[in-house]
């Protein structure tokens, strides 16, 4: 698996979106026991933190140690670097396991032989993810030139998995109807910036290039859509793909 993100893991922390509580809540109620739940690739751990609420017990991984030191801290999350393919469970060990914008850097055989292994019989997979955000036509049209203009060969091969919101991943488990939604904020214009920053194709084209894409020109045609002191919804669609192993 891929680590594109702990060299911007405060960042992540700070600005990158997460779930609609109605979502999780949803997922966590699918569940015929809340014994102890698994959420793989946990980044700072935002799902983990609302799983804490419905399980005894949650185990969180990544790869990214950086990720984990910026992670929310709950008495009930334990924390370890480990990838997805190999966290070393014990057999049926999970009620429920989460992947939260991740599955798409997997390798998916040998992770769902993983899950297989590891959820109790009867368990829930919930792999869910978001795409990119929409504001308003004339901020989506200069976020959108950055996107796929300026960045376009410098995002990973697995984004288009993303981009197909995960309709075209294996995904061999029973599956469970997904309701697509969205998850709304209200930003400012840096934390909008701060967000794009979080990019891993911003971090590529910065690494390859030597400066950034996020340059002045690019900060002045955003703020030309964007006046200075106003706050804006930020919609970010939500996706994913829910099964139960039987």
């Known amino acids: 698996m891929k680590d594109n993100f702990s060299t911007q893991s405060t960042g992540y922390a700070r600005f990158r979106p997460g779930y609609p509580p109605a979502l999780l809540e949803e997922i966590c109620q699918l569940c015929s026991t809340h014994d102890c739940a698994w959420d793989c690739a946990t980044g700072n751990g935002q799902i983990a933190a609302v799983l804490s609420e419905y399980f005894r017990q949650v185990e969180a991984t990544d790869i990214s140690e950086n990720q984990l030191n910026n992670a929310i801290q709950k008495s009930n999350i334990h924390y370890q670097v480990a990838a997805a393919e190999t966290a070393l469970f014990p057999p049926a060990s999970f009620d429920l396991i989460t992947v939260g914008q991740a599955a798409h850097w997997f390798d998916f055989e040998k992770f ?27 901020t989506d049209a200069v976020v959108q030139h950055l996107y796929s203009d300026v960045l376009g060969k410098y995002w990973d091969a697995e984004r288009h998995l993303v981009e197909q919101a995960y309709a075209t991943i294996p995904f061999p488990f029973p599956e469970i109807e997904f309701q697509e939604m969205e998850m709304q904020y209200a930003w400012t214009f840096e934390q909008l910036l701060g967000y794009l920053g979080t990019w891993s194709a911003v971090q590529h084209f910065n690494r390859e290039r030597g400066f950034s894409p996020i340059t002045e020109q690019f900060v002045a045609d955003l703020r030309a859509t964007w006046p200075e002191h106003v706050v804006k919804t930020v919609r970010f669609p939500i996706f994913g793909r829910i099964g139960r192993d039987v």
């Open 112 to 138: 769902y032989t993983e899950v297989r292994r590891v959820l109790k019989p009867g368990g829930i997979l919930a792999l869910i993810g978001y795409n990119v955000l929409k504001i308003d036509a004339d």
